[in-house]
């Protein structure tokens, strides 16, 4: 029979308390533990995915205190006291975000495997930068890849949410 | 998977040597994470304690001061990219900045943590260089500056001792007349080849000339051949020394063939992109 799991009494552990997509969330962590796993593993949010694991993809990304971080390459105490928005958390009460809507009337997925990393990070673009050149765009999108190449119609749902936005 | 270590958070300079001092080969500075972690992660490397920096609010500062520009080592990539006394003083870098990695590394990244690697394809290295730069290193027992060009040793490998963390990069505040660039070419995730020239220019004559090269050796340095080649000349002269310029640095950056390209290409880079760091600013 398998014993049930105990921690070592000298393993260090670290509080963490944080907004997790606007509620309280108090965990605690190994200094080891990666921000990917406790979201995906502990938390149940599974939408950021794992992929290169070397901070080229973007797969993994979530939004710090609204800026894009690789979750895969980010030790999770480092969100103590911040504000961590997942995929998740991106629709607003069940009403899409504008950007998910563009996406989903232009095509701007196909896998659909890069799109919670595109979503999150293109919301960090227009937060900060709310009429974006195209240029801009693909500077800022640059570290979130697409294995299907939808990359047309990833721009293109973009720079539409990003006019909705403005209206 | 990251292998179990315990977290020091020290909130002092001298409780980081000391810290070091203490645990030796055990114990790693940690910054931003980006490299430390993947090598980690790949098995490259263990500690069984990590010393996270971030605790010493000191050292994300940024400011003038006293004829120079005073970096802490824990400024990200995304605060230099995105400040305004650098756009002011030292736009080179702030280009620079915008085009190191992808908007997370910068956004975890500090300069301190790219400098202290020492990762042979990393840019800022070559800029600091080539603008006379002073790395401050710090420990228990004291402060001393050691210039850009002597601060990188070989592929990962600096001249700051075991129980030294760097603090602050000083970079001279440039004069009215100063110019300077900063080229980089590749088509990995690293840059290949990057090249910097700074120069004062006086009524058509070129002055103080620096010329320093990065990637595409094991590690950034220096071009004196070069820069005394250019030096004093009127820019037309100049201009017409870049391909015997180019062609030293080239030799000079003990290119290697592998991956980035093979090494007569990239000495040809480095003349190509000299060339264009130096039209640029005479132009
Ligand atoms: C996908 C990717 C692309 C990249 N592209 C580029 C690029 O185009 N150009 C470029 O220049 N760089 C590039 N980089 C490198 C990037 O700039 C560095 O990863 C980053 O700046 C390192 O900083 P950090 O704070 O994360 O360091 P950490 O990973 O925390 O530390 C790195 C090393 O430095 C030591 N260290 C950190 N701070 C100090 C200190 N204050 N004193 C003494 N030792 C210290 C640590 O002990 C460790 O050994 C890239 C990295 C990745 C992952
Ligand atoms: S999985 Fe994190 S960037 Fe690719
Ligand atoms: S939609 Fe398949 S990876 Fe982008």
Redesign the interface.
Known sequence: MSKPMTRHAD??T?PVSFTLNGRLQEIDV?????LLDMVRDRLGLTGAKRSC????C?AC?LLVDG????AC???A?EVRGRSVMTIEGLADDGKLHPLQEAFIEHGGFQCGFCTPGMLL?SK?LLDENPNPTEAELK??????ICRCTGYKKIVESIMAAAKKMRA | MLKRFRLEEPESAAEVSELLGRFGDSAKIYAGGTELLLAMKEGLVQYERLINVKKLTGLSALAADNGAIKIGALCTHHQLETSALLQEKLPTLVKLEQNVANVRVRQAGSIGGNLCFAEPHADPGTLLIALGATMVAEKSSGKREIAAANFFVDAYETSLQADELLTEIRVPTPGANSRSAYLKFGYLERPSVGVAVALTLNSGTVNDVKIAVGCAGPAPKRVAEAEALLNGKSTAEAVSLLPQAGAIAGRAADAISDLHGAQDYKEHIVGVLLKRAFNSMVG
């Not at chain 1, 800026?67 to 690789?70: A, G, M």
């Not at chain 1, 500077?139 to 979130?144: A, I, P, R, S």
């Open positions: 393993v260090q670290i190994e200094p080891n533990e990666l694991d070397v901070q080229v973007g990304t800026r894009p971080v690789s390459t980010t030790l105490f990070a960090a500077h800022f999108m640059h570290g979130n």
